[in-house]
């Protein structure tokens, strides 16, 4: 296999140098972890299904004009995706309570919050990644007030295709992280949306029985991750439905599965 230099390794992906100046190419691994780290497993076939979960869910966004990294996925784990300055903030965005919102603020998992509520982390592990405000993110340089308001029209944007989308389905988005980029063309920048939106980066709950369909089943012990990931897959249409999508083999037909074009 050609070598290739390898830039950045997280938790769940791989960058690597692109053919192209200006490119890199995400893969996608099927390791699972939680809690920052403290948990880790490896889940045959999670790093195939949210490569192509993410891969649809950034092609629908390009069509609506939101813009994002992706340039087109290359096989069943890898994407070919625009190189950014990642900007050190994780955005959260909130529909319904759960997980830590629920352990701050003493909420029932499930309470209908009065409005979507956008939050801030900074990405840093050795800190678990705390919640920050925007005076800490303006203060400290990660992003002046001006890309903050990017930032939160484009989280929004993001909240109300996804909610839609889901909804369609019978899923509905009861969180969502997304991670976001300084993109250069032509001495222009914008913030583009960068990284992944699976059930990894998502809550998604079944509408008529609230199963856990994301990265919940993991972090809690519930287990049958790969079949509630390709159950997404399958009503979004990607996959046949009740197929999983397990190992790395070539068990995906679709023309627009080619390696190279
Ligand atoms: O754990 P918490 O309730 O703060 O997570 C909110 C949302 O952000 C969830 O959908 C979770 O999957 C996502 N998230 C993430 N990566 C993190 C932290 C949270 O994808 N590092």
Redesign the pocket.
Same mark, same amino acid.
């Given at each position: 296999m050609k070598k290739r230099r390898r830039i950045y390794e997280g938790k769940a992906k791989i960058l690597y140098e692109g053919p192209e100046p200006g490119t890199l190419v995400q893969f996608f691994k099927d390791d699972a972890t939680a809690f920052n780290k403290k948990k880790h497993d490896i889940i045959d076939g999670k790093g195939v299904l949210n490569n192509r979960i993410s891969e649809h869910i950034f092609t629908q966004m390009t069509r609506i004009g939101i813009p994002n990294h992706l340039i087109k996925r290359l096989n069943m784990r890898e994407q070919l995706i625009k190189e950014v300055e990642i900007i050190p903030i994780?955005v959260?965005v909130?529909n319904v309570a759960?997980?830590?919102?629920c352990e701050r603020l003493g909420l029932t998992e499930g309470e209908v919050l009065p409005r979507s509520i956008i939050e801030f982390?900074y990405k840093k592990d050795e800190l678990n !990644?705390p919640l920050v405000a925007e005076e800490h993110i303006t203060a400290f340089g990660w992003a002046s007030p001006q890309e903050i308001d990017d930032i939160m029209a484009l989280a929004i944007r993001v909240n109300d295709f996804l909610s839609g989308l889901f909804a369609g389905i019978g899923i509905q988005l009861?969180?969502?992280?997304i991670e976001l980029g300084r993109h250069w063309e032509n001495d222009a920048m914008r913030i583009i949306v960068a990284d992944e939106i699976s059930p990894?980066?998502?809550?998604l709950w079944d509408m008529k029985t609230n199963k856990k369909m !994301?990265?919940d089943r993991f972090r809690q012990g519930l287990g049958g991750l790969v079949d509630a990931y390709s159950e997404v897959a399958g009503r979004l249409g990607i996959i046949p439905e009740n197929e999983p999508q397990r190992g790395s083999g070539p068990v995906l037909v679709s023309d627009n599965d080619k390696t190279e074009e």
């Open positions: 994780e959260i909130r759960a997980g830590t919102l982390c !990644d009861i969180d969502f992280k990894d980066s998502c809550r !994301d990265k």
